[in-house]
């Protein structure tokens, strides 16, 4: 069963560093581009980032670019995204998902984790 | 960048009806199309990619079609528990952009 399990949401001020963490389980981590798709409140889904099934290519929205992060550890199966100078508009539900199939084209998602809630505070 | 617009943004209809949501991309994608559903207060859920290849375990009373700017999802006989807004999703190249959102609600 493929579980994703995020982790590190809470409160900061801005212009502060958050690390997000997403515990990935149940398939071959390496198999698969990993992204961040975030929601503010009472708002629709956004796409954040995404890292390729190599690890080598990264992609990123361009309110984020250039401030956060993605990257993971294959040895314990994490993505992570490591948020600086945040904003108060990066207030969210961070989640962590999961490309859908592992030679199809595109970059859809067929898990997602629980999420987890980054406020900021100005 | 793509843009994803749905239309409407919001539905209300009875149980057992047909509902259709309509999604247009700015430019052609193929059929590098998703559907998500997220009912209130959970996870968004995949339905359909490939514009009409429904996800496993979906229900066969949802539906999908298009290519290039223009899909459809289509829910046969809406229930109780299709409460949900749905999401369009770009997938063909980045940004993957997601539509707005329409939010079906039970007349």
Known sequence: ?122 | DIQMTQSPSSLSASVGDRVSITCRASQGISNYLAWYQQKPGKVPSLLIYAASTLQSGVPSRFSGSGSGTDFTLTISSLQPEDVATYYCQNYNSAPWTFGPGTRVEIK
Do not use: H
């Open chain 1, 1 to 122: 069963e493929v579980q994703l399990l995020e982790s590190g949401g809470g409160l900061e001020q801005s212009g502060g560093s958050l690390r997000l963490s997403c515990a990935a389980s149940g398939f071959t981590f390496t198999s698969y581009a990993m992204s961040w798709v975030r929601q503010a409140p009472g708002k629709g889904l956004e796409w954040v980032s995404t890292l390729s099934t190599s690890g080598a290519t990264t992609y990123y929205a361009d309110s984020v670019k250039g401030r956060f992060t993605i990257s993971r550890d294959t040895s314990k199966n994490t993505l992570y995204l490591q948020m600086n100078s945040l904003r108060a508009e990066d207030t969210a539900v961070y989640y962590c998902a999961k490309k859908g199939g592992t030679t199809t084209p595109g970059n859809y998602f067929d898990y997602w984790g629980q999420g987890t809630l980054v406020t900021v505070s100005s």
